[in-house]
């Protein structure tokens, strides 16, 4: 099951002033190199410009200019609307395209950089220290949601455990929902789960920043389009599954589902949370405290919660129930072969 929450609302490009102002001061002074960081965010920018009744100016402008592509998208975005490019990254990261730049003599050079995220001001700072006059081209602007049930909903969804994996198109997105559960009182929560059980992706390596200077484990396609990213999260999931054998029987574990023998069975959040706590650790005892402490629960449930816990998993494991052993005093370890 997909779950598809929009966390931000993104501003009409022909509405946003900051992209008018940027585009008209390349109109009027020229840019020699561009990067195009997103296929969306450059998409919106030619559709705005050929609202304001720009489009050919700025066609003028950015086809004396060399220009960068991200991937391959961009690469795509940039010959539906007339363009060609000289560059294409092999990573998708920002940094291999300034580092390609820095490689080139930019004496009296100006660059422009389409920025989806505030992220991307890092690696125009670096530019900047060398002297080189760049142009930020502001292609996406976000606002909050008209009420913020969306954001209150993933938060559960992220801390429940309730999904499995967690993409974010843009940095901007992530920030909005961590400030936001971080103003609940729950944002330590909710970095924990992405840490540990919830898997996180984002579109590209730039959005990507936001969880890695929170050592938070992320990954991204080589190509930022919705279709890769989709089929870079199914290799994700099916990678991180557990598997085991007990009593001649073959488990497989994902996410909250439990299959065996061409069966599968649908665990609660709880009891998957606890499930997958045992399968990290195989034939080994967990204790009530280590439990407690991997899986959310109110802060006065204690020992008692996790028995609880431990009741409910064997209950919907049904026949398998078997599985989970108590070892007395000590805690809890699933059977294995």
């Known amino acids: ?114 920025a989806d995220d505030a992220l991307l001001a890092r690696a125009v700072d670096r530019l900047r220290t060398h002297g080189i006059e760049v142009m930020v081209v502001p292609t996406r602007r976000s606002a909050r949601p008209v009420g913020l049930a969306s954001l209150n909903r993933l938060a559960q969804m992220i801390i429940q455990r309730e999904v499995h994996a967690v993409t974010f198109a843009t940095a901007a997105g992530a920030n909005a929902l961590v400030d936001f559960t971080t103003r609940a009182g729950r944002g330590s929560l909710l970095l924990r789960a992405l840490a540990t059980d919830v898997a996180v992706a984002t579109a590209h390596a730039e959005s990507a920043s936001f969880f890695h200077s929170r050592e938070i484990p992320v990954s991204w396609p080589a190509d930022g389009s919705p279709d890769e990213l989709a089929r870079h999260l199914v290799e994700v999931l099916v990678a991180r599954r557990r598997q085991f054998q007990a009593h001649g029987h073959r488990f497989t574990l994902q996410g909250s589902a439990v299959l065996v023998n061409g069966t599968t069975i649908r665990l609660g959040s709880r009891p998957a949370t606890v499930m997958r706590s045992l399968a990290d650790h195989p034939g080994h005892t967990l204790s009530r405290s280590t439990i407690e402490r991997l899986v959310p629960m109110s802060h006065r449930a204690g020992h008692f919660g996790v028995d609880q816990a431990v009741w409910r998993l064997r209950a919907e494991l049904g026949d398998y129930d078997w599985l989970v052993a108590t070892e007395i005093g000590r805690g809890y370890r699933l059977i294995v072969d």
Not at 30 to 36: G, N
Not at 50 to 71: K, V, Y
Not at 72 to 88: I, M
Request: a positive charge; charged letters at 20%; aromatic letters at 6%.
């Open 1 to 114: 099951m997909t779950v598809d929450l929009p966390l931000l609302r993104t501003v009409p490009g022909y509405r946003d002033a900051r992209l008018r102002i940027a585009t008209r001061r390349i109109i009027q002074a020229p840019v020699d190199h561009v990067v195009a960081t997103t296929a969306a965010g450059w998409a919106r920018w030619i559709s705005a410009a050929t609202a304001w009744g720009l489009a050919d100016p700025l066609r003028s402008r950015l086809g004396s200019a060399s220009i960068l592509s991200m991937n391959e998208s961009v690469s795509a975005a940039l010959v539906e609307t007339g363009f060609t490019h000289d560059w294409v990254s092999s990573t998708g990261d920002l940094g291999e395209a300034v580092t390609w730049l820095l490689g080139r003599d930019l004496v009296s050079r100006r660059v422009a950089v389409t």
